[in-house]
């Protein structure tokens, strides 16, 4: 098939293309290099041994997007193109929601224009809210996101819904990623947050190869076994996966699917493997909890299970090893 991803430089974009690429796709990838590198497509042309057609371009820019429609002969899309600092997007909503929105309608419009119907979304577990319990499943629904962030998400997945309600020729595929972390285990491909990162694992990878000198754990009085956070850390190349996964099994309709582990791992476990599996200290110091985090959740996978015929297979010790191979490979 020949699939168009969008955000296809990106952590999670280069990822799936690999995967794609394996399953003998033809890949087009749009990216406007926001936050990501141009040298990431010949990283992917190293792993794959393929060239790949690449547009640098803003899918809010409509006549640029539609040269890409004219020029190919797409089969399905899959959208990953979006803003997605948490932070960021608390200070700068208005640029989030015309980054995230008018990308996304942009793109869907050009898409019904040339009646393609097969679309897989980039969503997230933060559409969850705070439900008030620790294991997530699909039919929970959406909560109140605790960002704009989120809330991006919550408004696209509403669109989409009202999209496939006037045509149900649609064929969607939503994405509710938990924690993405890992990276290819060649090194030439991973995380590469912009700045100082938001997230746990590359601040852990910094404080480990001397970059930045303390992470700051928020908050060890939770109600968890060792009183910190509880996340379900997933390795990239197994959400990779999951994304080809859905596309072999399209079908009509909105059709939600939780990726991630299954499995809980607080932020003090998380800090030790790291440790342990890479040889290497990382300082910490426990400081106050950051507002908006919830104590706990992880994910219910076994809808992806049983209708994707997927599931994790990369262990905690493979994403501390990936990532820190990652790391040592980009100094
Ligand atoms: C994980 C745990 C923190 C940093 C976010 C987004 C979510 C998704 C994944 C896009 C928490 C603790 C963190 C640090 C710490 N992104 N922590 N010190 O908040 O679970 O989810 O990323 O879809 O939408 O909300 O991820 O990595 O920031 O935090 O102690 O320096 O690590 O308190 O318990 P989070 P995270």
Redesign the pocket.
């Known amino acids: 098939m020949k699939i168009l991803v969008t955000g296809g430089l990106g952590f999670i974009g280069s990822h799936t293309v690999v995967e794609l690429a394996k399953e003998n796709n033809e890949v087009i990838i749009i990216d406007n290099l926001y936050n990501s590198k141009i040298d990431v497509l010949e990283n992917l042309e190293k792993i794959t041994g393929k060239n790949f057609k690449f547009y640098e371009c803003d899918l809010k820019n409509k006549e640029e997007l539609e040269k890409v429609f004219k020029e190919n002969e797409i089969d399905s899309v899959i959208h990953f193109a979006g803003y997605?600092a948490?932070g960021e997007s608390v200070k700068k909503p208005l640029m989030y929601y015309s980054n995230n929105l008018v990308s996304t309608m942009n793109l869907l419009e050009i898409m019904d224009k040339y009646g393609i119907k097969k679309f897989v979304f980039s969503s997230?577990?933060?559409v969850y809210g705070n439900p008030g319990i620790v294991k997530y499943t699909e039919d929970l629904g959406r909560g109140q996101a605790?960002?704009p962030?989120?809330t991006t998400?919550c408004i696209i997945e509403k669109m989409l819904e009202d999209l496939y309600f006037s045509d149900n020729t649609w064929n969607i595929s939503i994405l509710r990623?938990?924690?993405?972390v890992g990276a290819h285990e060649s090194g030439l491909i991973g995380e590469e947050p912009n700045g100082i990162?938001?997230?746990?694992?590359p601040?852990i990878m910094k404080v480990a190869s001397g970059k930045l000198e303390m992470?700051?754990?928020?908050?060890n009085d939770y109600p968890t076994p060792d009183g910190?956070?509880?996340?379900d850390y997933i390795h990239v190349v197994d959400l990779a996966k999951g994304h080809v996964k859905a596309l072999e099994k399209m079908k009509e309709g909105v059709n939600y699917y939780n990726l991630g582990s299954g499995k809980g791992v607080s932020?003090l476990e998380l800090v030790n493997t790291f440790e342990k599996v890479n040889n290497v200290k990382v300082n910490y110091k426990v400081v106050g909890?950051?507002d908006g985090?919830l104590a706990e959740y992880y994910a219910d996978p076994s809808k992806a299970l049983n209708e994707l015929n997927w599931k994790t297979e990369k262990t905690l010790e493979d994403i501390c090893r990936d990532s820190w191979n990652y790391e040592k490979n980009n100094k």
């Open positions: 997605k948490v997230s577990a933060t605790s960002s962030y989120g998400k990623y938990f924690n993405p990162p938001n997230n746990l694992m601040y992470l700051s754990v928020f908050g910190t956070g509880i996340r932020v909890r950051r985090d």
